[in-house]
């Protein structure tokens, strides 16, 4: 019997350190409230991005058209390899949707391939490119 309790009091004084239940709790709950906070943010960040390329794109593609219009002021735009042919170039995550670009009505839509929402830009041209005189 002495040996037992020996046995329990070296124990007792050897016990080892580490976490208990709760404050493991507490710390999973803290993280989970940081990623609660962080994960939404993300995710308008990327879209922010997604939005920024969009635009910075349509104005090349407007640029484009523009360019192409100059040199070739009777013809009007139906496809994007005409808008290719006078240097536009999109960015990776952005996609031409076939049949949506009409600038002879001064429309032109892109939208991008953002899995987040569906972004989409239109820029509307009102009046008449003609070339410069010399």
Avoid: C, H
């Amino acid at each position: 019997m002495l040996q037992r309790l020996a046995g329990f009091k070296n124990r007792k004084e050897n016990k080892e350190g580490g976490f208990t239940l709760v404050e493991l709790l507490i710390v999973v709950a803290i993280i989970a409230i940081l990623a609660a906070i962080a994960i939404p943010q993300f995710s308008q960040y990327r879209a922010r991005a997604f939005v920024a390329t969009l635009n910075a794109d349509i104005k090349n593609a407007y640029t484009a058209a523009q360019a192409y219009l100059t040199d070739n002021p009777s013809q009007t735009i139906d496809s994007i390899d005409k808008l290719a042919e006078a240097g536009y170039n999109p960015s990776s995550n952005i996609v031409w949707r076939a049949g949506t670009m009409t600038l002879s009505v001064g429309d032109v839509q892109l939208a991008t391939t953002a899995p987040i929402t569906t972004n989409e830009a239109t820029v509307t041209f009102a009046g008449v490119i003609t070339p410069a005189s010399n």
